[in-house]
């Protein structure tokens, strides 16, 4: 049981990765080239259907079997790869979900209010900084616990 979590894990994190790498890498730097007006529209409708997308259910997914891998952690301690278990376990649910939900979603909320008001101008320069530089540490967190994860199973 302990592997197949380990690879839904290190899966999931690995995907995760990816499309946060895609967002940091290009997606953020074409939403700001953009009209102002249809970058917020564009970033706004992202949000609102990554919300109902087949991502959800791998964000919670793997945040919670993340979440399993380091509190079993302790209770393995000096079994091979426990300590990668724990390292990816801790950075992926730190990292990515404490970040996201701390920072991330936050900012998102901001924008979604601002787009219906005269802020807009004010809050897209900053929200493309802030959120961008986030994604950044969400993206270096997901594919460390992913290595993380894969070094755990090939020590297993």
């Not at 409708?45 to 991502?55: E, G, M, Q, T």
Request: charged share 10%; with cysteine.
């Amino acid at each position: 049981m302990l592997s197949l979590i380990l690879w839904f894990s290190a899966i999931g994190c690995g995907l995760v990765a990816g499309l946060y790498f895609a967002f940091s890498g290009f997606i953020m730097q074409a939403l700001g080239r953009i009209d102002l007006g249809a970058g917020i529209s564009a970033m706004n409708a992202i949000n609102k259907v990554i919300l109902r997308s087949p991502f959800m259910p791998l964000f919670f997914g793997t945040t919670l079997a993340s979440a399993v891998l380091a509190a079993l952690a302790p209770m393995r301690w000096g079994e091979p790869g426990t300590a990668l278990m724990l390292a990816g376990g801790l950075i992926y649910v730190i990292g990515m979900f404490g970040v996201t939900l701390a920072l991330n979603v936050p900012l998102n909320n901001e924008l979604a209010r601002a787009a219906v008001t005269s802020d807009a101008t004010a809050v897209w320069p900053r929200y493309l900084k802030h959120w961008t530089l986030w994604n950044h540490v969400r993206t270096v967190a997901s594919t460390v616990a992913c290595s993380c994860f894969i070094a755990a199973l090939l020590a297993v």
